[in-house]
């Protein structure tokens, strides 16, 4: 009996050697059970805007097409967890000095086109990423302070990651890509970096589009349709707990329509099976029309907060009038401000009641990184207005506006950029608040690229007096933005004089290399709490509020994220496990 | 006449190299350029965005810029694009050959439909029948297409929502699993997808060009020369169409130079809000991003069909009215 386990054993270890090191896709990051999963049949989604190259390395804009059919790399992320998991990789070790990461690369892995994917992938595409002839939009994560992480090849099946210093983000960078020596490599090596931007245009045969990832392209007609099928090679090491090659589905099908009413009569009409709806209008349409049974979907309003902030900013460098600098500069100013940023009203006017207040630089999605307790400057018109009498803001004059003992009148510009209703209506309900307390905001809506170049003008006079504007793209690790914090930041709009002018912001800068360096999490989340105070008692952006993700599908789809999961991080379910009901 | 055409051309040059300019100037005295947007990505360096700013060449004083894509023209290149990182033609040719789809049956339609309503309502004047096509053409003015097209996309959908069948789709332009149908059923397929936003396009057109051609007609048969042919006791059917409406056509002649470049310039938001993959998202898409070269190479292209068609206009203006001649 013994014997015969032995035997068994061994048997099992020799065919993990022989086939591939297969990855098991977790049963807790679906709903559905291996029993009840159908094989086959196409997934219609939709997507906004069209896609511009097959290119891995000048692709720019999100969602495209290799991040689409190949979006993994050595490390991926637990939905459940957030924990960085191995993916391609099959193990993982940190050096003592936490400045060298070693990945045992899964054996057996093979591209689309039946190569097998070695050490050198990675290290070729480390290498045209980071050419800064080529233009590659991953170049930047390559680099910590302007230093650069290096790759070793120790053997075909072994790569070390150096790094300049410890980083919490180790791992994000770890995460990128890989994309076949046997195909680039040549060219790069022939043409450099003027071959590898001819490469894999619209125009590339799709047979010739190789991919480590779950999809292959089949066809593209540009403005209309991407269709993707699956890759068999990707299902020999990918597998349901069950034992069964992923993804399930034979086709994922992009039609790209451009217009959001258009991709909403898509969805109603059962043609597309994927819909996050954004506006009030069309939450209210898609429910309806699955009230009145009209359409078979499922909806899950309010999941999440979305991943971006929205924020109003005031310029600190403004030397050519001395009263508005100070104004700016002046805490108590910005916190009269804060008090009368009705967050709520917003939250109901603008985003129909389906969004989300916002107190802190971390997006409220990212739960684990919000500091419950953050000093929250609340909608008061009362406390607004004493803090302007502090500020020697008493009398007010004919027209109702606040003056100080010199006369001059509490008043500034506000700008945001033309066309996003949204801020649109955010900026005016903060000028109706801001003259109940006697504050004269003049609001105009100017240009995007004007806004922009304005806010990011940097020296001690710049053009502008505040703007209401957002950003997008969090991080799991360390939430908080590399050019954002840091004083000399490009995005350190508040004050771009090139230096700290407040000791907070200084301390603030240190607080955020500390908690970039620092592995552990629960000691950087102890610094991010920190952080989030001081920014809260700082001020130096006033954060408003933001909408919250609502994904929708069709009722054919089976195996979507269990509830815990479903949010604006983690989406509405992973593809490979999704498959056809019906 | 061959002078006069050799004529026409010389003065083309001037003008193409005097509106080139102007387009390109125009384009750059836009605030930002191509890279403004990422620059609000809290992820990418200044020190980035800055190397590519030189890489596209973005950096230059502008007469440079201008003198390098002129000199890329003259050898037929209408430059590269930002966003798809590819030549213009390249680009842009899918999306001009897609809008065709809608622009030739629906210019086709215009006059088949047009003229015939315009000559009705002229000989007709206030009768029920010119009444009812003045009420509907003042409403098709009226109603924006891209308005007409939403309200198409809802029609549709009721339709679908009470027996369970969409006649017409509601966007796009071929099915799910195009690439695996026969020939034969890809061109029904595009076909049947044209139908609505064919008809959504021509609607406003056929309005406007309607009116046109009923007061033209109404003006000729007020004329004398048309009062002698009917004294002489000539046939009504020769007085209304060898007389009358030979003399009306003559100024739609003259716009026919204009459907050159309205060939390539898309059928305009209808395609945007029925997802047709025309060259009208596409090139509002290419404005949106400051995708300098798109917006240029495109302009170069209509300005260039323009040009030719005004020249065959002419031409075609004196063949139809014996009263022009050029020497």
New interface residues.
């Given amino acids: 009996m013994r014997r015969a386990l032995v035997w068994m054993v061994g048997l099992i270890a020799l065919a993990g050697v022989a086939s591939a090191q297969t990855f098991v896709w977790p049963q807790k990051w679906t709903v559905a059970k291996p029993s009840e999963v159908k094989r086959g049949g196409t997934l219609r989604a939709a997507v906004i805007s069209d896609y511009r190259t097959f290119n891995p390395f000048v692709t720019a804009e999100a969602g495209n097409v290799p991040d689409t059919i190949s979006p993994y790399g050595l490390v991926r992320r637990d939905p459940t967890t957030g924990d960085w998991i191995p993916y391609m990789a099959e193990s993982f070790s940190i050096s003592p000095n936490k400045l060298e990461i070693t990945f045992k690369i899964r054996r057996g892995m093979k591209w689309s086109d039946g190569r097998p994917i070695t050490a050198d992938d990675w290290i070729m595409t480390w290498r045209i990423h980071t050419d800064k002839a080529v233009g590659s939009n991953s170049y930047d994560s390559f680099f910590i302070d302007g230093k650069p992480i290096t790759l070793r090849k120790i053997d075909d099946y072994t790569l070390r990651f150096t790094y300049p210093r410890p980083d919490a983000t180790a791992f994000a960078v770890a995460e990128f890509t890989p994309w076949p020596a046997h195909i680039f490599g040549p060219v790069y090596q022939k043409e450099g970096a003027e071959g590898i931007k001819k490469m894999w245009t619209l125009n590339e045969k799709p047979e010739n589009i190789v991919s480590a990832g779950p999809w292959l392209v089949e066809s593209y007609r540009p403005g209309e349709r991407l269709v993707l099928k699956r890759n068999p090679a990707f299902g020999e090491w990918n597998k349901d707990e069950a034992g069964n090659p992923l993804p399930y589905l034979d086709r994922y099908e992009i039609k790209i329509v451009k217009d959001t009413n258009a991709q909403l009569a898509e969805f109603l009409a059962g043609n597309i099976d994927l819909m996050a709806p954004s506006t009030v209008d069309h939450i209210s349409q898609i429910r309806q029309a699955i009230q009145q049974g009209r359409l078979d979907a499922t909806i899950k309003v309010n999941a999440s907060p979305v991943a971006s902030s929205q924020f109003m900013v005031f310029n600190w460098n403004k030397a050519s009038d001395p009263f508005k600098q100070s104004l700016f500069r002046s805490e108590k100013f910005r916190r009269a401000m804060s008090h009368i940023v009705n967050r709520q009203a917003v939250v109901e006017i603008v985003y129909g009641g389906l969004g989300t207040p916002m107190y802190s630089s971390v997006y409220p999605v990212l739960t684990q990184w919000v500091n419950p307790k953050v000093p929250k400057y609340e909608y008061n018109p009362q406390q607004a207005a004493k803090l302007l009498a502090e500020l020697g803001f008493t009398r007010k004059d004919r027209e109702g506006y606040l003056v100080d003992s010199k006369g001059r009148r509490l008043e500034f510009n506000l700008a945001t950029n033309a066309g996003n209703v949204q801020r649109e209506q955010i900026a005016k309900l903060i000028v109706d608040e801001a003259k109940k307390v006697g504050v004269k905001v003049n609001f105009t809506a100017i240009d995007f690229n004007t806004l922009v170049g304005q806010l990011l003008s940097s020296g001690p006079d710049r053009p502008f007096d505040a703007i209401i504007i957002g950003l997008s793209g969090g991080d799991l690790d360390w939430p908080f933005g590399s050019n954002v914090v840091p004083c000399k930041g490009n995005l350190h709009m508040w004050n771009k004089s090139g230096q700290c002018l407040d000791p907070r912001e200084t301390q603030l800068e240190a607080l955020y290399s500390r908690g970039r360096t620092e592995l552990d999490f629960k000691k950087r989340q102890e610094i991010g709490y920190r952080m989030q105070e001081i920014e809260a008692e700082l001020l130096p952006v006033i954060y408003i509020a933001g909408p919250n993700y609502h994904p929708a599908w069709n009722n054919r789809l089976g195996g979507e994220h269990p509830d815990a999961i479903i949010s604006a991080i983690w989406g509405q379910r992973e593809l490979e496990l999704t498959f056809i009901k019906k | 006449m061959t002078a006069y055409i050799l004529r026409r051309i010389l003065y083309l040059i001037p003008t193409f190299f005097g509106a080139t300019f102007l387009a390109f100037l125009i384009i750059q005295l836009?605030?930002?350029?191509y890279l403004?947007?990422?620059?609000?990505?809290?992820?990418?360096?200044?020190?980035?965005i800055a190397?590519?700013r030189v890489?596209f060449g973005l950096d230059r004083p502008i007469y440079e810029q201008y003198l390098l894509w002129m000199d890329n023209l003259l050898h037929l290149n209408l430059g590269y694009s930002f966003?798809?990182?590819?030549p213009v033609l390249?680009?842009i040719w899918?999306?001009v050959v897609?809008s065709m789809v809608i622009v030739i049956p629906s210019t086709l339609l215009l006059y088949l439909v047009a003229i015939p309503v315009g000559v009705y309502g002229a000989v007709r004047q206030y009768s029920l029948g010119d009444r009812l096509l003045s009420f509907l053409a003042y409403i098709g003015l009226s109603v924006p297409s891209f308005f007409l097209a939403?309200i198409a996309?809802y029609v549709?959908?009721q339709i679908?929502?009470r027996t369970g069948t969409?006649i017409f789709p509601?966007?796009?332009?071929?099915s799910?699993g195009?690439?695996q149908m026969p020939p034969l059923r890809q061109i029904l397929d595009i076909a049947w997808h044209a139908v609505v936003p064919v008809l959504v396009a021509t609607a406003n057109d056929i309005a406007g060009l309607s009116r046109l051609m009923r007061g033209q007609m109404l003006e000729v048969l007020g004329q004398d020369y048309i009062r002698t042919a009917r004294a002489k006791g000539l046939a009504e059917r020769v007085v209304l169409y060898k007389h009358a409406f030979r003399n009306a056509v003559i100024p739609f002649v003259a716009t026919l130079g204009g459907l050159l470049p309205s060939l390539i310039s898309g059928a305009g938001f209808v395609e945007?809000?029925?997802?047709w993959?025309?060259i009208t998202?596409?090139f509002l898409?290419a404005i949106a991003n400051?995708d300098l070269y798109v917006i240029a190479g495109f302009l170069t292209v209509s300005l260039v069909l323009l040009m030719v068609g005004n020249l065959i206009s002419d031409l075609l203006l004196a063949w139809v009215d014996p009263r022009i001649r050029y020497e």
Avoid: C
């Avoid at chain 2, 836009?30 to 350029?33: E, I, K, M, V």
């Avoid at chain 2, 966003?83 to 590819?86: G, N, V």
């Avoid at chain 2, 945007?272 to 997802?275: D, G």
């Fill in positions: 836009a605030p930002g350029d403004t947007q990422l620059e609000l990505d809290p992820k990418v360096t200044p020190e980035t190397r590519l890489q966003a798809f990182q590819a390249e680009v899918p999306r897609n939403l996309i549709l959908l679908k929502f969409l509601v966007s796009g332009m071929t799910s195009f690439e945007v809000v029925m997802a993959p025309g998202p596409f898409d400051q």
